[in-house]
């Protein structure tokens, strides 16, 4: 079954971490570029990171650039977001999304091959 599964969120306090998982089977996250969106309450889907399909380039929205870090890792064909510096504004559902070309910038869902369910992520003190 080919699906994506983001996993790791939760609450924590302004200034804190977390780490997002999206777990892939079916697929190779290797063989797509994959993306983080992101949709707050009441907002639209907002794209905030991009892995190139190389594995090594990555893009940053403006306003989560030095805070997050999007990786993968091939072995347990996982992608990742690492998330530093959490405030309020980053309350949201984050998803995960893998498209077919070389890079994926596109914050619509219906733009990816695959897309996860989302894991909430909440900002509060």
């Known amino acids: 079954q080919v699906q994506l599964v983001e996993s790791g969120g939760g609450l924590v306090q302004p200034g804190g971490s977390l ?9 190779a996250v290797s063989d797509y570029a994959m993306s983080w969106v992101r949709q707050a309450p009441g907002k639209g889907h907002e794209w905030i990171a991009a892995l190139y399909k190389n594995g090594a380039d ?7 650039e030095g805070r997050f870090t999007i990786s993968r890792d091939a072995a347990e064909n ?5 998330m530093n ?5 980053d309350t949201a559902v984050y998803f995960c999304g893998a498209c077919s070309g070389y ?3 596109d ?4 733009r990816y091959t695959y897309w996860g369910q989302g894991t909430q992520v909440t900002v509060s003190s």
């Open 85 to 89: 510096g959490l405030q309020p504004e």
């Open 19 to 27: 780490r997002l998982s999206c777990a892939a089977s079916g697929f």
């Open 78 to 82: 996982t992608l990742y977001l690492q």
């Open 58 to 64: 990555t893009s940053y929205a403006e306003n989560v």
């Open 107 to 110: 914050m619509r869902p219906s």
């Open 103 to 105: 890079v994926c910038y």
